[in-house]
């Protein structure tokens, strides 16, 4: 898992990209370990989490989010980033249906176990959920394609098969602990696979990445997002920048493609909407922590560049979703407002 230990300067050492992948995390809400034989085909809808696949044993098959299938043999690792809807088969042309959550086993927190029977080899998969520290509204996560496959990305990556192969190992026994090792170490391939598709170019991904791959303007960009809370000026900014106030704002609006009030505001909301949505903030609370005079103010901000108000955040947050069961009992024009000037 990426994660940062210490907030951005302007004499860091490493490029503004790699700089911003330290402070992405990955957390594990909820993992299964699946035993499936016979036919067997199901339809994971769309959440807001990450979902992921680990395969071992005999193999299956994959309908990604476009449609297409694919097969999956064992030792593939598949993270679909965005939650994106997918079915996992058998074989392709079985009628899908949802993952029958109420039927699994509890093995230990956020950990659980089904077992389906039937004629021939069974297909061991480690299945879950992942949450990023970042909202999905990040424009690295909506960089991401919707399926990502290890096999796919790692091919030079020397310490991979070894991780693939712990994986494997794992899920085949019933030894004490499997599922919690085996949900940490999917946390890790999960990490690799983004690291190695960033390595790789992203897919050639332009715009956005483009930006924060320019020397200066990545310094820029590396900044406001490892500290959305400050009160960043234009004069802060171009500064980070080394050029005068007019000359950075016509870079920045020239080669991000948005002003940089507009940016910072959009980054700003972003984070008051992991606050307010995941961590249950209050709304007064994060319009003060983002420098807004008023609940009011900061609410019409807010609207203007999410699309929705915050009280909706805090009626329907970010809730844990996952292919897998909860425990036995459970329910199933732009202003940048304050801070750039």
């Known amino acids: 898992m990426f994660d940062r230990s210490s907030k951005t300067t302007a004499s860091s050492s490493v490029d503004p990209l790699t700089d911003m992948l330290r402070g992405l995390r990955l957390d594990g809400v909820d993992y299964g370990r699946c035993r499936l034989s016979g036919d067997w085909?199901?339809?994971?809808?769309?959440?807001?989490?990450?979902?992921?696949?680990?395969?071992?044993?005999?193999?299956?098959?994959?309908?990604?989010?476009?449609?297409?299938?694919?097969?999956?043999?064992?030792?593939?690792?598949?993270?679909?980033?965005?939650?994106?809807?997918?079915?996992?088969?058998?074989?392709?042309?079985?009628?899908?249906?949802?993952?029958?959550?109420?039927?699994?086993?509890?093995?230990?927190?956020?950990?659980?176990?089904?077992?389906?029977?039937?004629?021939?080899?069974?297909?061991?998969?480690?299945?879950?959920?992942?949450?990023?520290?970042?909202?999905?509204?990040?424009?690295?996560?909506?960089?991401?394609?919707?399926?990502?496959?290890?096999?796919?990305?790692?091919?030079?990556?020397?310490?991979?098969?070894?991780?693939?192969?712990?994986?494997?190992?794992?899920?085949?026994?019933?030894?004490?602990?499997?599922?919690?090792?085996?949900?940490?170490?999917?946390?890790?391939?999960?990490?690799?696979?983004?690291?190695?598709?960033?390595?790789?170019?992203?897919?050639?991904?332009?715009?956005?990445?483009?930006?924060?791959?320019?020397?200066?303007?990545?310094?820029?960009?590396?900044?406001?997002?490892?500290?959305?809370?400050r009160d960043w000026t234009v004069a802060d900014l171009a500064e980070r920048m080394g050029v005068s106030r007019s000359g950075f704002a016509a870079k920045f609006t020239a080669i991000v493609g948005s002003t940089p009030a507009r940016y910072v505001a959009e980054v700003r909301m972003h984070q008051a909407r992991q606050w307010i949505g995941r961590d249950g903030m209050r709304i007064a609370e994060a319009a003060h922590r983002l420098g807004y005079d008023s609940e009011a103010s900061f609410s019409r901000a807010f609207k203007r560049i999410v699309g929705a108000a915050p009280g909706r955040m805090r009626s329907a947050p970010l809730q844990r979703s996952s292919p897998l069961p909860p425990p036995p009992g459970e329910a199933s024009g732009s202003s940048a407002g304050p801070g750039i000037t």
């Open 41 to 229: 085909s199901f339809h994971y809808g769309a959440q807001p989490h990450a979902y992921f696949h680990f395969v071992a044993g005999k193999g299956c098959w994959l309908q990604g989010p476009d449609g297409r299938w694919s097969e999956l043999t064992a030792g593939d690792a598949v993270l679909v980033p965005r939650g994106a809807a997918h079915t996992l088969a058998s074989r392709p042309g079985l009628e899908p249906r949802p993952f029958p959550r109420r039927d699994c086993q509890a093995i230990c927190e956020s950990v659980f176990d089904y077992a389906e029977e039937g004629e021939g080899d069974a297909a061991l998969l480690f299945c879950g959920s992942m949450r990023f520290n970042l909202d999905g509204l990040h424009p690295l996560l909506q960089l991401m394609p919707d399926l990502m496959r290890a096999q796919e990305l790692m091919v030079s990556e020397p310490t991979i098969p070894h991780l693939l192969e712990a994986m494997v190992a794992e899920c085949a026994m019933n030894r004490v602990g499997a599922s919690g090792i085996l949900a940490r170490l999917a946390d890790v391939m999960a990490a690799q696979i983004i690291r190695s598709w960033v390595e790789r170019g992203c897919g050639e991904a332009k715009g956005w990445l483009a930006a924060v791959r320019d020397p200066q303007i990545g310094r820029v960009l590396a900044a406001i997002h490892a500290e959305p809370e």
